[in-house]
């Protein structure tokens, strides 16, 4: 079994023994497939205005539903949801 190994394999395998493994190979292949950083600065203000909205409005609802109780604070979340 160990003559079908291949050049990686028969290397990674002795310095595994030796009580640590070759990351030569490992890193340049994960190099060759990594995600590039596309972000612009609009699509920075996008995430971060829309954070802050969804945090406000969450927020800002917080009256309402304590009034409202859980049983229709449930409802109306259910209702929300089917539009």
């Known amino acids: 079994m ?3 190994l291949s050049y ?3 290397s990674l395998s002795k310095d595994t ?3 640590y493994e070759q990351e030569e190979t490992i890193t340049a ?3 060759s497939t990594q ?3 596309g972000l612009k600065m609009r699509h920075i203000s996008m995430i971060s ?3 802050t909205l ?7 609802t ?3 539903l304590a009034d409202a109780g859980p049983v229709n604070a449930l409802i109306a979340y259910l209702f929300m949801a089917t539009i």
């Not at 945090?55 to 800002?60: H, P």
């Open 2 to 4: 160990a003559d079908n």
């Open 8 to 10: 990686n394999d028969k």
């Open 17 to 19: 023994e030796k009580g």
């Open 29 to 31: 292949e994960i190099e």
């Open 35 to 37: 995600v590039k950083r």
């Open 49 to 51: 205005l829309g954070g």
């Open 54 to 60: 969804g945090t406000g409005l969450f927020i800002g």
């Open 62 to 64: 917080a009256n309402a």
